[in-house]
């Protein structure tokens, strides 16, 4: 074990934390390394109490998965507000308010769900461990507070992060696909939240950050209870269900031991979840039962998958059912799942998939002389419609085609061509079966032997001949997990003999830091379009709020408003005011006249064309106010701050991969100095940017001041209450000079 690791990791704890440690490993409860990644998770998990307790605002950027793809976000928690925002380009497209937030599903990686009460569950996935583990921590708190309103308890002046009521070393069951085994973990039990941090794994990377898993009983919709084995029980969510086990140690040696344990656990836990059970079952029920998109998508993407590997990745269903290992003490899983790693127990998923239909039978496989190209997958008439569609009336005869033009442009290439023989269909594979199926489909495109693999990553831009976005995109997501690296950095064969899938799994394995090399390479071709596609609309909403600030006609058209306002309500019997808010601007033409035609809005068209008609063309000195575009100060404002993170980022990686002088190649050398350029460069463009966005702020701040509005009005509200305005006044000019 490392000195310096320990030695950084204890040193950061107090007394008290180092001896309860000191005490497990005594108990044999914990080995010494579990203890050094134990005292790595207390240290993690102080420096969240003092880093996310201290702000308000935070920003990540993260993936969302939608239409069968990942998109790039930011996700910003807003504690003064409540509220979570989807941001895109600068663009809210959703805000949630933290009530609508009703649990948060850990997954494999780095992907997580949040779960909202009343609509679909949001799939994400964050740009690295460090991030999802601060976002699984924010929206704990998010959780814990609406359980505090649920209960009817007060918010202030409570402790954000929960005391812990009760904790102790588990045993949490593993499936893969070869195999079930049990893996350590540190569990801890907090009002509404479950704990889950993994200490037996010994193959977990030293630059790793200590990753855990919650689950969050203010869900109001988890359930435990024991099972017949002894010292064992689940903990069931709405995906998931979690099989527990306490171990034998030194303390608890005897049945009558581990039995007063697993009543503990049991009964605390089935208390906090009737606490969060009842506190949200007014709300579910109000809400009513809403199917996910998501589920439906799952399923399908499922049978297309299982069709696919029946047809060409030589695996029969049958052949993959019968490998399936069975639980005693869960259902069977109806789905392929992805693998679960040990620091991020997933259990298998509870939706169904209907069974892969069976593999084509002799007579419509191809010729093996002939070559087989991509399939079409349109959607075909039913037969019942044929014979009174054009398409009965076909003549399929008359059409010539050129086969030989068809072949040549959509014939498969062989993915194997490059690694010796075609593997046999029943060859082993040390992967997880699913990963290695998705994996191998998308080998079938990436045409980089593996021994080039690690080559490729020294060379930064597509156009000079490295990996494109997309493969750097997807060899991210197929990172392996400790625990499946440590299959390969055992294995001790020729890997010419392995099939394709672990050949490059067992090469990724041989490449230091991989996930952080990664990282870099696509934030570094990100951050320059980023900065560009953001440098004109900060520009616009500067100037936007120039003209707004220095506009004299269109204050004295706000003037007219006051007097007409002013004068209707004096006669209606209210009180004056002395001024009003812009969002009164879209309310003039909700207030019709005798004439059903005639509007407040015409009213003032009508005054202002009499007494000055210049003021008629006030929009003149708003041009910015034409095609506002839909980005707002506070999503622009993230972005920034998303951009300097990720630059913070690239720069830490560049020193954790740079080599040492006396050690690095000519190809690694000129890889960094290009690399050191590149950060300089948007170090210095990312300044710029950053002022300019400093001065928006402060340009639009003096005009909410000038205006009389809050100072956390939004932007796109107020932005667009004008330019709405604008509108409907050309519009009512129109009918008034008729």
């Known amino acids: 074990m490392d000195n310096t690791r320990t030695q950084d990791a204890f040193s950061q704890l107090s007394q008290e934390k180092i001896l309860k440690i000191m005490n497990m490993v005594k108990n044999k409860e914990v080995s010494i390394e579990g203890a050094l990644h134990l005292a790595q998770k207390e240290a993690y998990t102080d420096k969240d109490s003092q880093d996310l307790l201290t702000g308000s605002l935070f920003n990540y950027s993260i993936y969302k998965y939608k239409h069968y793809r990942w998109q790039k976000r930011i996700l910003q928690i807003d504690f003064n507000t409540k509220t979570i925002f989807n941001i895109e380009k600068g663009i809210i497209k959703k805000q949630f308010p933290f009530s609508q937030v009703k649990s948060c599903e850990d997954s494999e990686r780095r992907r997580f769900s949040i779960v909202f009460h009343g609509r679909q569950d949001y799939e994400l996935e964050a740009v690295s461990l460090d991030d999802k583990r601060k976002i699984m921590y924010l929206l704990s708190r998010v959780m814990q507070s609406n359980s505090y309103k649920r209960l009817g308890e007060p918010c202030l002046g409570r402790a954000a992060e929960c005391d812990v009521v009760h904790e102790g070393v588990l045993d949490l069951q593993q499936n893969t696909f070869m195999s079930t085994e049990w893996v350590k973990y540190f569990v801890q039990l907090r009002e509404g939240e479950l704990t889950l941090y993994c200490i037996g794994l010994g193959g977990e990377s030293k630059n790793a950050c200590p990753a855990m898993n919650a689950i969050h009983l203010s869900s109001g919709n988890v359930s435990v209870s024991k099972e017949n084995e002894c010292g064992t029980f689940s903990v069931q969510t709405k995906g998931h269900n979690y099989l527990f086990r306490i171990p034998f140690t030194v303390q608890n040696n005897r049945t009558e031991d581990v039995s007063k344990l697993q009543n503990e656990w049991v009964s605390l836990i089935e208390r906090y979840c009737q606490l969060c059970r009842s506190g949200s079952l007014s709300q579910e029920e109000s809400q009513g039962d809403t199917s996910s998109e998501a589920d439906y998508e799952n399923v399908t993407v499922a049978l297309n998958e299982q069709k696919e590997e029946a047809l060409g990745f030589g695996v029969s269903t049958a052949t993959t059912n019968l490998n399936r290992p069975s639980s005693s003490q869960t259902e069977p899983a109806k789905g392929d799942v992805a693998p679960a790693s040990a620091s991020t127990p997933v259990p298998t998923s509870k939706a169904e998939v209907p069974p892969a239909p069976p593999a084509l039978s002799q007579s419509c496989s191809p010729s093996p002389l002939a070559k087989r190209t991509k399939a079409f997958h349109w959607d075909v008439v039913p037969c019942d419609k044929i014979q009174k569609s054009m398409w009965g009336s076909c003549d399929l005869g008359k059409k010539k085609i050129d086969t030989s033009r068809l072949c040549e442009q959509f014939q498969i290439q062989d993915v194997a061509v490059f690694s010796g023989n075609e593997p046999s269909v029943n060859q082993?594979?040390?992967?997880?079966?699913?990963?290695?199926h998705n994996f191998s489909i998308f080998l079938k495109s990436f045409r980089i032997k593996p021994s080039?693999?690690?080559?490729?990553l020294y060379i930064i831009h597509e156009e000079s001949g490295g990996l494109t976005d997309e493969?750097?995109?997807?060899?991210?997501?197929?990172?392996?997990?400790?625990?499946?690296?440590?299959?390969?950095?055992?294995?001790?064969?020729?890997?010419s003999e392995l099939h394709i899938v672990d050949q490059f799994m067992l090469e990724m394995c041989k490449i230091p830091h991989l996930g952080q090399r990664l990282d870099l390479l696509l934030a570094i071709r990100e951050l320059p379009v980023s900065m560009g596609d953001l440098e004109p609309l900060i520009n616009q909403k500067i100037q936007a709020s120039k003209q707004l600030h220095s506009s004299q006609k269109f204050i004295a058209v706000l003037e007219y408003i006051l007097a007409i306002g002013n004068h209707l309500n004096e006669n209606a019997g209210k009180e004056k005011a002395k001024g009003f808010r812009l969002s009164s601007l879209t309310k003039l033409s909700l207030l019709r006249g005798k004439e059903r035609t005639f509007t407040l809005l015409h009213a003032l068209v009508e005054q202002i064309s009499l007494h000055e008609p210049d003021l008629v063309k006030f929009s003149q000195e708003l041009t910015e106010f034409e095609a506002v575009p839909d980005a707002s100060m506070k999503g622009l404002s993230a972005e920034v701050d998303v951009l300097k993170k990720e630059l913070e980022n690239v720069t830490q990686c560049r020193r954790l991969i740079k080599p040492r002088a006396t050690k690095a190649t000519p190809q690694e050398s000129q890889f960094c100095r290009e690399l050191k350029d590149l950060i300089q460069k948007y170090e210095g463009d990312l300044s710029q940017l950053s002022k300019r966005c400093e001065e928006m702020k402060k340009l639009y701040s003096s005009v909410l001041?000038?205006?009389g509005e809050p100072q956390d009005l939004d932007s796109q509200e107020l932005f667009g209450w004008i330019s709405s305005f604008i509108r409907e006044f050309r519009k009512a000019c129109a009918e008034v000079m008729q």
């Open 452 to 456: 080039e693999l690690k080559e490729k």
């Open 705 to 707: 001041v000038k205006f």
């Open 428 to 436: 082993h594979i040390m992967l997880d079966r699913k990963v290695a």
């Open 471 to 495: 493969q750097i995109t997807a060899l991210r997501r197929y990172m392996l997990t400790p625990k499946d690296a440590e299959k390969y950095q055992t294995f001790r064969g020729c890997p």
